[in-house]
């Protein structure tokens, strides 16, 4: 399975939200270490006032195409 989207990728929901900036890969904890979650991404935004960040499931992303 090819990664969808890559850190640094603009995305928002599908069905809608403020533009978020992917992070990475999301994480999972475990006693050999960290494993990255292949279809779910950890991203950020700001709300005005201060970062926010959440993981979310590769199927409700949509990249945001770059201004030409």
């Not at 969808?4 to 990475?24: C, E, N, Q, R, Y």
């Not at 999972?28 to 006032?49: L, M, P, Q």
């Amino acid at each position: 399975m090819a990664n969808k989207f890559k850190a640094g990728d603009k995305v928002v929901l599908k069905t809608g939200s403020p533009l978020m900036t992917v992070k990475g890969h999301a994480e999972s904890h475990t006693s050999n270490g960290n494993i990255a979650i292949i279809d779910r991404y950890e991203c950020i935004w700001s709300d005005g006032k201060k970062a926010q960040q959440a993981v979310f499931v590769e199927d409700i992303l949509k990249m945001v195409e770059a201004a030409k």
